[in-house]
């Protein structure tokens, strides 16, 4: 099951570069994943200092 980024994102590309299938990429305000690349590892999650990455 692929993860999600909230509301709570304040854009800090921490995430980003966690991602070790750079399913994430800055959207409009906030990073987004791409459901279809994500591989559901949650780093990106641990990675989120506002705790903004779900697991969808």
Do not use: L
Request: proline share 4%; net charge negative; aromatic share 2%.
């Amino acid at each position: 099951m692929a993860y999600k980024i909230t509301d709570a994102c304040v854009n800090c590309g921490a995430c980003e570069g966690e991602c070790p299938v750079g399913a994430i990429s800055e959207g409009d305000g906030a990073r987004v994943i791409d459901a279809a690349t994500c591989v559901s590892c949650g780093t990106c999650a641990s990675a989120c200092p506002t705790e903004a990455i779900v697991e969808e």
